[in-house]
């Protein structure tokens, strides 16, 4: 049965009791702080006192959504080396630690883009949303203009080295897409932007462990068949981590939803999971920000979570059948 997460900060916070409280046992967390102390975030010791901190707290770390800096392997600057073999460092450690899965991307200089953050969704609630009138004239960065043969030629060199590290340890690769799915941005292409991008990616090595992260709201911007395309990448064996979200619009021009009114069959989506006997984790992602919550964290709304894992929850259950396991009272 596929797993419903959620993000975590590796610091405690009430949100880890909350999501407890909703019934989420497993954890999608981000790196430990950079403290600017000898060791470094991806380093042996401060993941293994996050891993402990989290299971000592009743989660089991299923995933790790960040990673050491990746900007000069994916705009093949000099140093692009120093930072692959850091990512290999990295993946060993997560192997050593029984981690089995890590999210990336390749968005190189900035990571997911929105030209909103308060649009007013049902009730009031405020939703992100992306639309690329804004972006059309916005300055280069400092990189200036990187053509996708060049990002397509420094993926391909990144793979061929960190791939093999990945497999000898056992952590699964899960390529996000980009989001928005749309190129260039800023004078940057951004190559995972299709489903025949992802295809490429599969294609480049025919391992387990070269897969991708199922992020729902980018991929149905791909397709108008969004079941089919879970199912092609399923049978492939590729899913290693699904972001459950939801949009309405166009890749230039689209907003975030709650998960039941947007443009996906949910429960379509659902089915497939099981039909595949996928046994990754999901977690909802970019959910709107609820009244009595702030916004200052757009997407991640508390509340909104919340919301979303008992959606998801009525959703798994009307497809699996009621979860037979002991509830515990604590």
Known sequence: MIQIAELLRPEPAPLW???QQAGVTHAVVYLPKDDGGSERPWDYLPMLRMKTRLEDS???VAVIESTPPLDKARLGLPGKDEE???FCVFIRNMGALHIPVVC???MGAFNWLRTSVGIPARGGALVTGYNHAYMRDA???EYGEVGEERMWDNFA???SKALPVAEKAKVKLALHPDDPPISPIRGLARIMRSVEAFQRVCDMAESEYNGLTLCQGNFTLMTDDLPSVICDF?????IHFVHFRDVTGTPDNFKETFHEIGKTDMLACMKVYKELGLECVLRPDHVPTLEGDQNDNPGYSSIGRLLAIGYIQGLREAVYGRPDKNTSAN
């Open 17 to 19: 009791k909350l999501v």
């Open 58 to 60: 009743g989660f089991e």
């Open 84 to 86: 692959i073999e850091q």
């Open 104 to 106: 990336y991307n390749w």
């Open 139 to 141: 300055p280069l960065t």
């Open 157 to 159: 060199y990144f793979l």
């Open 234 to 238: 399923g049978k492939q064996g590729r």
